[in-house]
T-cell receptor, first 113, second 113 residues
Framework: KAGVTQTPRYLIKTRGQQVTLSCSPI?????VSWYQQTPGQGLQFLFE???????NKGNFPGRFSGRQFSNSRSEMNVSTLELGDSALYLC????????????FGPGTRLTVL | GESVGLHLPTLSVQEGDNSIINCAYS??????FIWYKQESGKGPQFIID?????DKRQGQRVTVLLNKTVKHLSLQIAATQPGDSAVYFC????????????FGTGTKLQVIP
């Protein structure tokens, strides 16, 4: 079974631009979560989608948004990029029920110049 | 590889020895706990989980201990191997069908051959 895939793997943008990251979950997984990982703040939860609906959201500004499609693929968008948005963005998928293990993708490394 | 944390506490262990990685969690309402391993350039990988109605769970070479009284988790790795070198995160979750995992800051394990 293929794992979680994220595209692109690396991205360089400049301040003020916007960016869209993509995540394809494991087949059959309907929950997709996004995390931001930085050396200073560690792993922080952004949001979780299930059946095209955002079920949970972390404490990030409105510049961070996401969506999920009917095939469970998900995208996250960051508008008006700031230097501090430079990070590794991780996507994780899991089955529907609680206690289920999250499987992480390799991440997208975003650098904002 | 990518650095996942420049200021992480580091545990150095001789190959073959046992490792113990500790974690304090913050929310007394958390009822599901997970340990992840993250190698350089990769997303976190599930190691073992434990529910709040348990105080110990064993896997292959790993044991997780949960002390809810002091909100403390530990991960014990038996006969540590060079391949165990990575950053280890504990994570807590509050069930309700939603995946909103809160990660600890992480501990870097260095195995000395």
């Amino acid at each position: 079974k293929a794992g979680v895939t994220q595209t692109p793997r690396y991205l360089i943008k400049t301040r003020g631009q916007q960016v869209t990251l993509s995540c394809s979950p494991i087949s059959g997984h309907r929950s997709v979560s996004w995390y931001q990982q930085t050396p200073g703040q560690g792993l922080q939860f952004l949001f979780e989608y299930f059946s095209e609906t955002q079920r949970n959201k972390g404490n990030f500004p409105g510049r961070f948004s996401g969506r999920q499609f009917s095939n469970s693929r998900s995208e996250m968008n960051v508008s008006t990029l700031e230097l501090g948005d430079s990070a590794l963005y991780l996507c994780a998928s899991s089955l529907e029920t609680p206690y289920n293990e999250q499987f992480f993708g390799p991440g997208t490394r975003l650098t904002v110049l | 590889g990518e650095s996942v944390g420049l200021h992480l506490p580091t545990l150095s262990v001789q190959e073959g020895d046992n490792s113990i990685i500790n974690c304090a969690y913050s929310n007394s309402a958390s009822d599901y706990f997970i340990w992840y391993k993250q190698e350089s350039g990769k997303g976190p990988q599930f190691i073992i989980d434990i529910r709040s109605n348990m105080d110990k769970r064993q896997g292959q070479r790993v044991t997780v201990l949960l002390n809810k009284t002091v909100k403390h988790l530990s991960l014990q790795i038996a006969a540590t191997q060079p391949g165990d070198s990575a950053v280890y995160f504990c994570a807590e979750n509050i069930l309700g069908g939603y995946q909103k995992v809160t990660f600890g800051t992480g501990t870097k394990l260095q195995v000395i051959p």
